[in-house]
């Protein structure tokens, strides 16, 4: 069945250091979306991507990048981890095809930065 | 500015009574519309959509929701509560413009008593 993994599920790491999350997704959908989830914040989005080499801010952006080298993966890094970054988040992608843009989610990875 | 507001935070219902979540959103045209269930340290399911047509939309797990464009609403609802429904769930707004971003509300924590 296809699926969409993320790795690590948790991670805990210091100021300053740099981060990767992985994702992983097995549709074979363009688009891929990274979002971070905080109480009273709901899901909010920090890059998206509709296809190899494109990537595009969200609305949370600022300490994050992301690269697309194939369609399958969507590496979300943090280039100097903050405190503020501590949160959970998630990866989801969807078929770039009309009306259907239903998302998939992946399981999610707990990030603590101390 | 497009938002969705989940204007209750957290919901307690006892098992067997009806349930309603509320949304509204706020677009400018009738966007596509989503709920989103995440149960603990689970990443989001998809309930149900809605793209057009019928404004009673089914879902999986019993749940269903009413579109209401003269309300701008897209309440959830189930008609009997089943202690496994505690969870959180997500509104979503989907843009209809081709770029298959969401906006999603702040969530409704539910509370199921026995």
């Known amino acids: 069945d296809a699926e969409i993994t993320q790795s690590p599920r948790h991670k805990i790491t210091e100021t300053g250091r740099q981060v ?7 549709w074979n959908h363009n688009n891929m979306f990274w979002y971070r989830q905080d109480l009273g914040h709901g899901l909010r989005l920090i890059h998206y991507s509709y296809g190899v080499q494109d990537t595009n ?20 890094t943090l280039e100097s981890a903050a405190s503020s970054q501590t ?6 992608s969807s078929v770039a095809s009309g009306n259907n843009n239903e998302q998939f989610f992946g399981p999610g990875t707990r990030l603590t930065v101390l | 500015a497009q938002s969705v507001t989940q204007p209750d935070i957290h919901i307690t219902v006892s098992e067997g009574a009806s349930l309603e979540l509320r949304c509204n959103y706020s677009y400018g045209a009738t966007p596509y519309l989503f709920w989103y269930v995440q149960s603990p340290g689970q990443g989001l399911q998809l309930l149900l959509k809605y793209f057009s047509g019928d404004t009673l939309v089914q ?3 019993g749940f269903e929701a009413e579109f209401k464009r003269s309300q701008s609403s897209f309440n959830l609802r189930k008609p009997s509560v089943h202690w496994s429904d505690a969870a959180e769930y997500f509104c979503a707004v989907g843009s209809t413009s081709g770029t298959y971003k969401y906006i999603f509300g702040t969530g409704t924590r539910l509370k199921v008593l026995a």
């Open chain 1, 20 to 26: 990767t999350l992985a994702c992983h997704q097995t």
């Open chain 1, 57 to 76: 801010k969200g609305e949370v952006s600022d300490g994050y990048s992301v690269s697309r080298s194939n369609t399958e993966d969507l590496p979300l």
């Open chain 1, 87 to 92: 949160s959970v988040y998630f990866c989801a």
């Open chain 2, 59 to 61: 879902g999986i797990k």
